[in-house]
């Protein structure tokens, strides 16, 4: 079966510190890895993921298939940043997506 | 303009009565998903769609029914709502292509409320 697990359900850090948003998983096989963002009034949206190995808004995250993570990380955080953060696993060919529950990111001025 | 829309965006209604939540995207995508979630926790998969006439059940059970009569359209119904179904319902779409996972797109989502 597959799980994500996000650890912290509210995260707040202050504004120009390191954020780093915690995500760990559980399969068995080769997983694809993504963030999803929500901002406060908008929709459910794609951040980063895995495979593509680029940086979203300074947002970078590294899959470690040894520890089974898959954290999200920016060394500067902005006040734009505060949103709902979801981690989300899709087992490889299966087109489906399990998420995580999610981390809601606060950044104080 | 391509969107994904979903409505209505808030309802309230009593116990035993059937609703249907509506979802429809103008983005050519063939796949479509709906999502339940509750105050504070993950978003489950509840049903899914591959295309026309194409139907699953997705990892959360679900007494809710889906159709795909028309590729654009994915409604969700409930024949008696109870207060247990109470929750968010997200419709998501995605492009059926070659590629091993597509990005999926996100409606606003409903908020169900049933007393």
């Known amino acids: 079966a597959q799980r994500v697990t996000q650890p912290e359900k509210l995260l707040s850090v202050f504004k120009g510190a390191p954020v780093e948003l915690k995500c760990n998983y559980s399969y068995s096989g080769s997983p694809e890895l993504f963030w999803y963002v929500q901002y406060s009034r908008q929709r459910l949206q794609l951040l980063l993921r895995?495979?593509s190995r680029e940086s979203i808004k300074g947002f970078t995250a590294d899959l470690n298939k040894g520890e089974t993570s898959f954290h999200l990380k920016k060394p500067f955080a902005q006040e734009e940043d505060s949103a709902m953060y979801y981690c989300?696993?899709?087992?490889?060919?299966?087109?489906?997506?399990?998420f995580g529950q999610g981390t809601r990111l606060t950044i104080n001025p | 303009e391509a969107d994904i829309y979903q409505t209505p965006r808030y309802l309230v209604i009593g116990t035993g009565k059937k609703i249907t939540l509506e979802c429809s995207q103008t983005m050519g995508h063939d796949k479509m998903y709906w999502y339940q979630q509750d105050p504070g926790m993950e978003l489950h998969l509840i049903h899914y769609s591959y295309g026309v006439n194409s139907t699953e059940k997705g990892d959360l059970s679900s007494e809710s029914t889906v159709s795909r009569i028309r590729t654009e359209h994915f409604p969700l119904t409930l024949e008696s709502a109870r207060p247990s179904h109470t929750s968010q319902y997200l419709c998501a779409s995605s492009e059926r292509t070659g590629k091993e996972y597509n990005e999926q797109f996100f409606g606003p989502g409903t908020r169900l409320t049933v007393l």
């Open positions: 989300a696993l899709s087992a490889l060919g299966a087109q489906k997506l399990v």
């Open positions: 895995h495979i």
